[in-house]
């Protein structure tokens, strides 16, 4: 079966992760990317190894989100981000091929210990199932 894993973070942190620390997320320093970095490759290089692995990616500052809806005449309706109403974002994902749910369990609890500088706060690693088939009406 197929899974999307994401992971999660604020604005806040995408900040602290350049060097601009806030009480809701304090300053990382290199040590601290480079340990995150270099468990997220090692991570994704033996994901590939395995074979579960098909796609992976971190994602741009919610500085960059763009929300597109559409007005009541069908026109679109862009609101560019990033957004303080806004608490979490999706920071990254991985699209992962395992034989089952056990299995992307232990590997969302191992991206959950990924190494963060001290009092940087912590999200849910968030597993779903990718729907290959559709709803049906059985």
Known sequence: MKYLVMVQGSHADYEAMSGRGSAQSPA??????????????TLNEELTESG???????????????????????????????YAATTEVLAGYWVLECASLDRVTEIAARVARCPQPPGAPEYPVVIRRIDETGPSLD
């Not at 040590?31 to 490759?41: I, K, P």
């Open 28 to 41: 990382w320093d290199q040590e601290s990317l480079t340990a995150m970095f270099d468990f997220m490759n």
């Open 52 to 82: 579960e692995m098909l796609d992976g990616q971190g994602l741009a500052d919610p500085g960059e989100t763009r929300f597109v809806t559409v007005d009541a005449d069908g026109r679109p309706v862009v609101t560019d981000g990033p």
